[in-house]
């Protein structure tokens, strides 16, 4: 098993900025790519950055490209995302989720754990 916990969501006005982390523990060898996803309010929980094993390769949804940048230090089996230029759109609970599968997932189906979410609030 894999637990992953976030931290670093809160309230912040339209053009500022947000920084999330994501802590794993457990069988963290097992895991591929990490990824973080959002849920807002009677919507799907929808993709939106993903990072392989190694930090090489990454996918972001064209929502946030340009604005949100995910990282990790694997020293600290910790995932971040980086939040820039946020818009009262990108308000949503963030998930950070955990993948044994190859590649870089972009649906949540491909993701085998999951965080407690994250509330981000972004004022207009």
């Known amino acids: 098993q894999v637990q992953l916990v976030e931290s670093g969501g809160g309230l912040v006005q339209a053009g500022g900025s947000l920084r999330l982390s994501c802590v794993a523990s457990g069988r963290t060898f097992s895991t591929n790519s990490m990824g973080w996803f959002r849920q807002a309010p009677e919507k799907e929980r929808e993709f939106v950055a993903a990072?392989?094993?190694?930090?090489?390769?990454?996918r972001y949804a064209e929502s946030v490209k340009g604005r949100f940048t995910i990282s990790r230090d694997n020293a600290k089996n910790t995932v971040y995302l980086q939040m820039n230029y946020l818009k009262p759109e990108d308000t949503a609970v963030y998930y950070c989720?955990?993948?044994?599968?190859?590649?870089?997932?972009?649906?949540?189906?491909?993701?085998?754990?999951w965080g407690q979410g994250n509330q981000v609030t972004v004022s207009p």
């Open positions: 989720a955990a993948s044994t599968s190859a590649g870089l997932g972009v649906t949540r189906f491909q993701y085998n754990y």
């Open positions: 990072l392989s094993r190694t930090g090489a390769l990454t």
